[in-house]
């Protein structure tokens, strides 16, 4: 049986690269020689046992690669072709995908939804830190790569730049909108993208590392603010006239940046959130208006689909999006466990790491 090198999730605080044999197609996959994948904050939570898999589970949902072999239903597409596969994978028969919702394409049970049923990558099936992937419903959750395009260009289109779009488009930005967006990490740094797309006319990005709002600036956020030197509420109420923001979108995950944002808002403003939060939030009844205020919550888990792909590739091929500055290191996939160890502890200015098997 033939074998390939994967990333595999063994217990809290352990993913290893190890060998697993190369999936059988079945009639709706495509099976996907990755090219170039990446590391997620998600794959962090997984290896610190904040969020469960199984064990034995490859890891990874950022697939950039050559379709291998198809199924026999697989009509679109044929073997060679450079494709991407979005993070989020659904199945689009659901009742969550007909109400317009692909990323929640869970199944109803007796004890209630199961949320985040469409994110299947590195989550229920084997996902893309490997040589291959197996992409279920490929006809329609592959995208044909656009001529011309490397695969860095592409490598935040399946999670990173489509979740932060997603937290952007969430928050109903309009143009004019002043709009917040605390950590400028790599989603924060794509929903300060996507917000200016979208008409913003101020982009305020904050963050306490000088490195992430050097390259917040680079993108062209308006105006950002170091939360380790100054009060990050008081300096946008300031910088707002007392006005507040219209849209803040928060996209670290913490009870700190959850409270913050909820601050800075207008009345009827909205909070958009994107962080992945490991621990219960709590809604500071004075921020909130004691729920008077007519603010506005929601949240998001990036949309999937051949569609959203082609669109947001699309961005990219224009020039009106250039996410090179986010991809600040690269190993081969040999190397998978030295750059775990790199990202999760954040060190030497990481923002994505580029592993190519």
């Not at 949309?303 to 690269?330: C, F, I, N, W, Y």
Request: hydrophobic share 40%; aromatic share 4%; proline share 4%.
């Amino acid at each position: 049986m033939s074998t390939m090198k994967a990333a595999i999730f063994i217990e809290k605080n352990r993913i290893v690269l190890g060998e697993k044999p190369i999936p059988d197609v079945g009639p709706s996959d495509a099976l996907v020689r990755i090219t170039t994948t990446t590391i997620c904050g998600t794959d962090v939570h997984i290896l610190k046992g904040e969020y469960p898999v199984a064990s034995g589970l490859t890891i990874g949902h950022e697939p950039v690669g050559v379709i291998e072999k198809l199924g026999r239903e697989v009509k679109s597409f044929r073997e060679g072709q450079r494709v991407i596969a979005g993070a989020i994978t659904p199945g689009f028969t659901s009742n969550a995908c007909q109400c317009g919702f692909c990323s929640q394409d869970g199944a109803g049970t007796a004890h209630g939804w199961k949320p985040l049923g469409g994110w299947r990558f590195g989550n229920t099936i084997d996902g893309c830190q490997a040589d291959y992937v197996l992409v279920p419903d490929a006809e329609g959750n592959l995208a044909l790569i656009p001529d011309g395009l490397t695969d860095e260009q592409v490598l935040m289109c399946p999670d990173i730049m489509s979740t932060g779009f997603g937290g952007a488009e969430r928050g109903d930005i309009r143009i004019g909108d002043v709009v917040a967006v605390f950590a400028q990490g790599p989603i924060g740094l794509c929903a300060a993208v996507g917000a200016r797309l979208l008409g913003a006319s101020v982009v305020i990005g904050v963050d306490r590392l000088e490195t992430r709002l050097a390259v917040s600036q680079r993108l062209g956020t308006d105006i950002v603010v170091d939360a380790s030197k100054v009060d990050a509420v008081s300096e946008i109420m300031k910088l707002t006239g007392g006005r507040g923001v219209d849209v803040a979108i928060e996209a670290l995950g913490t009870q700190t940046t959850f409270a913050q944002a909820l601050r800075v808002l207008r009345p009827g403003g909205t909070l958009s959130s994107l962080g992945v939060y490991s621990e219960d939030l709590s809604i500071p009844h004075d921020a909130f208006a004691a729920g008077l205020g007519d603010h506005r919550i929601v949240t998001t888990l990036c949309p999937g689909g051949k569609e959203r792909m082609r669109r947001l590739m699309q961005t990219v091929q224009s020039g009106r999006v250039d996410l090179g500055a986010l991809v600040t290191h690269r190993f081969p996939l040999v190397r998978i466990e030295d750059a775990y160890d790199l990202f999760s502890h954040q060190r030497d200015g990481v923002l994505k790491v580029a592993l190519k098997p």
